[in-house]
């Protein structure tokens, strides 16, 4: 939540997290009838003692009301957030302090309501989340030789997650936590779909097959490697996708990528299971609303890899073709392929 409200939010320190606690104030009455002034500072997070434990974190994007003046009737919903220490685990949260008159509520992880609405893919189980990674994970797994059946195609052990950082640096110039929550947080919109998108809605304005405009606008900067044959080969395939695909474009691609860095980033330390879990439910909520079965996805996520690398789907003998042999060899192996997590 604090990451994705404001892009000048930081991410923690090592061994720090954020606390966000949730109120909400109904004035039920006041003895002189006037209104009832509540500030941020009428909080403290404190431990069993009483004593301040932990700071303020000073955030930006939620949108805060206070100070608060209610009135008989009003009813208020406000956020407190904390920097707080991960190896603290008993914290209460000290209402009114200061005035005689305290009230304590345990501050600990929740499994009642939500602090936000539910996000697609909430109703998703942990075990149906890591069918659906091996699902996306089990052609980079075998086309790099490592293992399709574990969660972020390594056993997590310390060897392994050196070897899982070095693949995250190589492959996707991640060389931390921070580098692979702003990956996870950005690359749904910066991948290889967003410039099939640009690319295919261009192509939607253009009469006939008139590529000039198009190869004015990309070709000096964007595909310089390419020449102008290649270029308007690229084009011909965009519409052939445009045809295939419509409004599902080329969107598997960037999705099944992002599956394999959660559970990278889960071998290699930089996230814990649940946290990997948490990133993925959303982009495997939109993978089931837009495809159908795994064979449907994993065509399009092939489609995708081959336009992004320039590839014509119909020579032999291509990356393309290896993987797509890859996925016809293994399909139907359901602990790989779990065709329930369709239904």
């Known amino acids: 939540m604090i990451l994705n409200a404001d892009e000048y939010n930081k991410v923690p320190l090592k061994g720090q997290e954020y606390l966000i606690v949730k109120l909400e104030f109904e004035a039920?009455?006041?003895?002189?009838?006037?209104?009832?002034?509540?500030?941020?500072?009428?909080?403290?997070?404190?431990?069993?003692?009483?004593l301040n434990i932990d700071d303020w974190a000073y955030v930006w994007g939620f949108d805060s009301r206070w100070y608060n003046s209610i009135d008989q009737g009003d009813v208020v919903e406000e956020y407190l957030v904390f920097l707080v220490?991960?190896?603290?685990?008993?914290?209460?949260?000290?209402?009114?302090?200061d005035s005689g008159a305290q009230v304590w509520f345990y501050a600990t992880q929740s499994n009642r309501e939500p602090l936000s609405d539910p996000k697609p893919g909430d109703d998703l189980s942990d075990e149906a989340i890591e069918a659906w990674a091996l699902g996306c994970s089990v052609i980079q797994a075998v086309n790099k030789n490592l293992d399709p059946f574990q969660f972020g195609m390594y056993k997590k052990t310390a060897e392994n997650?050196?070897?899982?950082?070095?693949?995250?640096?190589?492959?996707?110039?991640?060389?931390?936590?921070?580098?692979?929550?702003?990956?996870?947080?950005?690359?749904?919109?910066?991948?290889?779909?967003?410039?099939?998108?640009?690319?295919?809605?261009?192509?939607?304005?253009?009469?006939?097959?008139?590529?000039?405009?198009?190869?004015?606008?990309?070709?000096?900067?964007?595909?310089d490697n390419l020449s102008a044959e290649d270029m308007v080969a690229?084009?011909?395939?965009?519409?052939?996708f445009m045809d295939k695909w419509g409004d599902k474009q080329l969107k598997a691609l960037d999705w099944f990528y992002l599956v394999q860095l959660a559970g990278l980033g889960y071998v290699a330390g930089y996230f814990d299971l649940q946290e990997a879990y948490n990133y993925l439910r959303p982009i495997i909520a939109d993978l089931r609303s837009t495809f159908s079965s795994w064979d449907?996805?994993?065509?399009?996520?092939?489609?995708?890899?081959?336009?992004?690398?320039?590839?014509?789907?119909?020579?032999?003998?291509?990356?393309?073709?290896?993987?797509?042999e890859i996925y016809e060899g293994l399909k139907s192996n359901k602990a790989l392929y779990d065709p329930t997590v369709w239904d």
């Not at 209104?35 to 997070?45: M, P, Q």
């Open 296 to 324: 449907e996805a994993v065509d399009n996520y092939l489609d995708g890899f081959a336009w992004g690398a320039f590839i014509d789907i119909n020579e032999p003998d291509t990356e393309y073709k290896r993987q797509l």
């Open 234 to 240: 690229v084009f011909e395939r965009t519409i052939v």
């Open 85 to 97: 220490d991960k190896s603290e685990s008993e914290r209460y949260v000290v209402a009114f302090g």
């Open 28 to 50: 039920i009455a006041s003895r002189d009838e006037k209104s009832i002034d509540i500030d941020y500072s009428d909080f403290y997070l404190v431990d069993e003692k009483g």
């Open 161 to 223: 997650a050196v070897r899982a950082r070095t693949l995250l640096s190589e492959a996707w110039n991640v060389y931390d936590r921070d580098g692979a929550i702003i990956l996870m947080n950005s690359a749904a919109d910066n991948g290889i779909n967003s410039a099939y998108a640009s690319v295919s809605t261009l192509l939607a304005l253009l009469s006939g097959n008139d590529y000039s405009f198009l190869m004015d606008l990309f070709y000096e900067d964007d595909y």
